[in-house]
């Protein structure tokens, strides 16, 4: 199946696995065209790729390669299968192509390997803000890592949850201000 109609499937609301946890929301839409529509948009629940054991606090960094390096030590740390050096190098490369910065200080960076057994989340937070690209000043890293090959295009209905909540002022301010694991595994579970 395309992509495409996967990920048109996905925002319909069909899915080909309904066994993984969902949220919905109604939005009302502002289309003008059509009266009194609403479209219904999954959330994902992101405590399924998401552990309080991915969530590193005060990371050590000064440059974007060491936090790259330190996303791929660190997801060996939840992962013995993972290929450290294939991670590092995949992640160096999908910045080189396009930078994962989402803005308000938080990036995404994302990969796939075939050492990775299921796709995880990862939360850094910086001990101190770093320059990521274009003067860009980051704080926050959000690591998707995924197995490559990937069924079903599993990341996507997961990378938009993660860019809805951060349309929302008020989780972005939550999770910069968030001193603890805990804190933060519940923003992601209960948003």
């Known amino acids: 199946m395309a992509f495409w109609k996967k990920f048109g ?5 069909k899915s080909a696995k309904d066994d993984k946890p969902k949220k919905t929301i109604v939005v009302v839409a502002r289309d003008s065209n059509v009266p009194n529509q609403k479209r219904v948009d999954q959330m994902m ?7 309080e054991d991915s969530i590193a606090l005060d990371v050590e960094a000064d440059s974007k390669e060491k936090v790259l390096k330190y996303l791929a030590n660190f997801a060996k740390k939840n992962d013995e299968n993972v290929d450290v050096e294939a991670i590092y190098g995949k992640l160096l490369m999908r910045e080189n192509e396009t930078s994962t910065i989402l803005g308000e200080g938080i990036v995404m960076p994302h990969v796939q390997d075939e ?3 299921s796709l995880k989340m990862f939360v ?5 803000p770093i320059i990521w690209d274009d003067q860009e000043s980051t704080d926050v890293v959000l690591g998707l890592l995924g197995p490559d090959p990937e069924k079903d295009y599993e990341h996507v209905p997961y990378m938009s949850t993660i860019a809805r909540l951060l349309l929302r002022k ?4 939550t999770l910069k201000s968030a001193s603890t694991k805990e804190k933060i595994f519940k923003l992601f579970k209960n948003s």
């Open 170 to 173: 008020d989780f972005i301010v």
């Open 45 to 51: 629940d992101l405590s399924a790729i998401l552990s």
């Open 115 to 117: 050492s990775i057994t």
């Open 9 to 13: 499937d996905f925002l319909t609301g």
């Open 124 to 128: 850094l937070k910086l001990h101190q």
